[in-house]
Structures are given as structure tokens and as C-alpha cells.
């Protein structure tokens, strides 16, 4: 298995500086140009929106969303797990967000990845990770199962605005994916 961390020079590109580097220099241009836009931590569209992690993905774009409009979750797959439901329950009782959508995409990297990758971790570290994989064979049945997770929760006092999508990353299109 190789990981980011196994790359020449962690990261850094001859003669330039590390990614990091040229994030901190670009985000002191940002905060020089910096004016409080005075938004609330409530997002003014009511919505929370979980996604993968995947960088090809522009949701506001996407959804046609403003800085200020949601609350995004991002983890590999747009998995629901506990730390998700964590997520969406302080977004509804203490943020005021009232619909969820979740927003799979093609071409995952996830798809395939299964518990093995689990048992690659621990052959490699030594110690076997606590966490799930969460992969998925079938995107459409992911969807399903997370628009069931959301609604099924306990602690969210708002799930009858829930849906699930999965965009296409070659065509931007957003299909929605009905539960059975």
C-alpha cells in the first residue's frame, strides 16, 4: 500500500514550496483582503448537506449555494457515521438546519474499497484501525441506506426532508436516488 506520506519529499515539488506553504502564503493574501461579510453560523438556507470528501466536487456550484447558505459534512464516500449524526444533530437542535441532502457521486473512490483495506492497515501499522471503512458496491444502494441512517436517528428532530443524490462528475447532473 502507498500513502501520501510515502511520496518524494512529502509533497514539495523541486525548487518550489510545499503545498502548505502556498496555502499559508495565498491565505495571507486572502485575510489582507478580508471584509467580515457578517454572516451568521446559521446557515440562511436551513440546509445541511452531506458529501464526500472527493475534490472534484464544487457543491455550491453544484446546488447553487452561497457562502452562509449550509453546513457541509465531508468524509470519504459521504458516509452517515456516528460523527456525521453527531454533525447533523448539532446543525439542527443548536444551528437550525432543517433538510438534509446527501450527495454521492460517480466514480468514487470508494466503490470497491471493502473491510480488507482494514486488514492492509494493520499488516502495515501493527494496529487494526477502529474505525469502519464504510466502502459501498452499489452507489444508488448507499444512498438508501444513508437517507435511512438520517431518518431513523434518534436525535434529529427533522428528517422529513431528507433526499439523497448522486452527481455525475463527468456531466455535473444530480439524480436523486428514492428510498425503497
Not at 503545498?19 to 495571507?28: I, K, L, S
Not at 443548536?94 to 492492509?120: D, N, Y
Not at 444530480?174 to 425503497?180: G, T
Request: include cysteine; glycine fraction near 8%; charged fraction near 25%.
Amino acid at each position: 500500500m502507498t500513502t501520501s506520506s510515502s511520496s518524494p519529499a512529502d509533497g514539495a515539488i523541486a525548487g518550489a514550496a510545499t503545498v502548505t506553504d502556498r496555502c499559508v502564503e495565498a491565505n495571507a493574501r486572502y485575510a489582507a483582503a478580508f471584509s467580515d461579510p457578517g454572516l451568521s453560523a446559521r446557515p440562511a438556507a436551513r440546509v445541511a448537506v452531506v458529501t464526500c470528501m472527493d475534490a472534484r466536487l464544487d457543491l455550491y456550484a453544484a446546488l447553487g449555494l452561497e457562502l452562509g447558505d449550509c453546513h457541509f459534512m465531508r468524509n470519504a464516500g459521504g458516509a452517515v457515521t456516528d460523527d456525521v449524526i453527531r454533525s447533523l444533530t448539532i446543525s439542527q437542535r443548536a444551528l437550525g438546519t432543517r433538510s438534509v441532502l446527501l450527495v454521492h457521486h460517480s466514480g468514487c473512490g470508494m466503490e470497491g474499497l471493502g473491510e480488507e483495506f482494514r486488514h492492509e492497515l494493520e499488516l502495515e501499522v501493527g494496529q487494526r484501525p477502529s474505525w469502519a471503512v464504510e466502502g459501498f458496491a452499489d452507489v444508488e444502494q448507499d444512498v438508501r441506506q444513508a437517507i435511512e441512517k438520517v431518518r431513523t436517528s434518534p436525535f434529529l428532530p427533522h428528517t422529513d426532508d431528507v433526499r439523497g443524490f448522486v452527481l455525475d462528475v463527468k456531466t455535473g447532473e444530480l439524480r436523486e436516488i428514492l428510498p425503497r
